[in-house]
């Protein structure tokens, strides 16, 4: 490596000096702004002269004037980005894949290469608002909200990183496209729902690993489909301590508290959930291979729950965890031809419960504080219901069809033909006689005047 030789100080922050392969002087200046020094070849031989051009120099600079000799070296955003992607997956090696932190670097990771692939040839200093809008124009109604948040912070930290290394003076602002519509997942019916229950109760399984599953995953569909939870990492990581029974409006309920997943915790307030009968019962059929649950009754439950408060109920014995997702696929292809919905998957137990809640009229708002969603959301992708959930809103006076109901009789045509007959045939009669003979027919065969014929 070439080294400095005759290096000069010229005054603070300021020095010339020579490298020893070459034959110019190079300055050595300090940059108040950027916090660095800047070393350049003024690429002048003699020492006088190189000395009043360093202080020319440092002058110009400090009035604001135009020295390109002294600005940096332009930055290829591909050179910042592989210098950040080296360091998210170093941080990305070191975690377990199964933790949050390891997926979300991923997606960052992801966007990362593929805004190099578009723009790396482009200088930092010149990216602007129309290259990032020509990126983000791709994903146009292509990516879903969550998709779109991660997008926005891979950029944040792309920009806050050049920031911090005086790469840039201004962030140029971020687009803003619409994301595609998501579908409301499938619910189950409830014939759907009970054949996939009868299944899972009369699979037959080889002992071992799978027989564990099989009852994991009757228990976590039955579960979710009364809790609402998600069924990922919602659903895997509650404990036995996450379990409490509160007294609320002087009755008392199971309570679990959410830890995982999307939103366990929101504005500082932890996530709870209150449970349902059916929704213990599967905590019950969990722990019924612990002692003291032969009478399952919950003053039992409340013991064995504060005494294995770090298991986790919904997986394995020894923690390890299980995917309900590829589980109940695999359970999807055996039963195909016998269910009505075809595309259902272990996420429609959150989808059926949030359904069966709407159809029922139960608050918006609660719903969604329980699902851990929001009421925008709900209102977005279940705005199907949302219209028949209270009918009674709608209309004046509410009314229940009468599915019962009366067929008129068959009229006799027999006797309207005959009727239509004798009126012709008197009609016939009254056309012979006079006015007063036409009266007294009339009230000898008790005729009203108003029914004679014309």
């Known amino acids: 490596m070439d080294k400095k030789k005759d290096y000069i100080r010229l005054e603070k922050g300021l020095a010339i000096y020579k490298m020893e392969k070459s034959a110019n002087w190079y300055i050595y200046l300090w940059d108040k702004e950027t916090k660095k020094p800047i070393q350049k070849s003024l690429e002048i031989k003699d020492k006088t002269e190189a000395e009043h051009e360093a202080r020319f120099l440092k002058r110009a600079k400090e009035k604001g004037l135009d020295c390109s000799i002294l600005s940096q070296p332009s930055q290829k955003l591909k050179t910042i980005i592989n210098s950040l992607l080296k360091s998210y ?6 975690l377990n894949t199964r933790d949050n932190k390891y997926k979300e670097l991923g997606r960052y990771i992801n966007i990362f290469n593929e805004l190099k692939e578009g723009f790396g040839e482009i200088n930092i200093k010149d990216l602007d608002y129309a290259h990032l809008l020509a990126f983000y124009q791709k994903y146009e109604n292509k990516i879903s909200k969550t998709q779109l948040r991660y997008m926005n912070l891979a950029i944040k930290k792309l920009f806050n990183h050049c920031l911090s290394e005086r790469l840039i003076n201004v962030v140029p602002a971020t687009p803003k496209i619409k994301t595609k519509v998501g579908e409301t997942g499938t ?15 009369n699979r037959s399984r080889k002992k071992g690993i799978q027989t564990e599953n099989n009852k994991l995953l009757l228990n976590a569909f039955i579960f979710s489909t009364q809790s609402g939870i998600r069924t990922g990492k919602e659903l895997t990581n509650i404990q036995c301590g996450d379990l409490t029974v509160e007294e609320i409006q002087g009755n008392k309920y199971w309570i679990c508290q959410i830890k995982g997943g999307k939103i366990a915790e929101k504005d500082g307030v932890k996530r709870k959930i209150i449970l349902t009968p059916q929704a213990m019962n599967c905590i019950k059929d969990i722990l019924s291979d612990t002692a003291l649950m032969g009478g399952i009754v919950d003053a039992h439950l409340i013991r064995v729950l504060k005494d294995n408060k770090d298991r986790y109920l919904f997986r ?6 299980v995917d309900f997702a590829t ?6 292809k055996d ?8 595309n259902l998957k272990m996420y429609s137990c959150r989808h059926t419960f949030i359904t069966n809640q709407l159809k029922r009229g139960a608050n918006i708002n609660i719903v969604a504080k329980h699902a851990g969603t929001s009421c925008e959301m709900i209102e977005k992708h279940y ?4 219209s028949i959930m209270k009918p009674t809103e709608l209309l004046e006076e509410g009314y229940n069809v009468e599915t ?8 006799d045509y027999d006797l309207m033909f005959a009727n239509i007959e004798l009126m012709e045939e008197t009609n016939k009669k009254l056309s012979k006689m006079t ?20």
């Open 89 to 94: 997956e170093k941080e990305r090696k070191a």
């Open 187 to 201: 619910y189950f019916t409830n014939t759907d729902y009970n054949t996939i229950i009868n299944k899972l109760q």
């Open 316 to 321: 394995r014995k020894k923690g390890k965890e």
């Open 327 to 332: 589980l109940f696929s695999d359970l999807r």
């Open 335 to 342: 039963i195909i031809d016998n269910l009505i919905e075809k």
């Open 383 to 386: 705005n199907h219901l949302l």
């Open 404 to 411: 019962k109901y009366q067929v008129l009789p068959r009229p």
């Open 435 to 454: 006015p007063e003979e036409s009266e007294q027919y009339l009230k000898d065969n008790n005729i009203p005047v108003s029914q004679a014929p014309i």
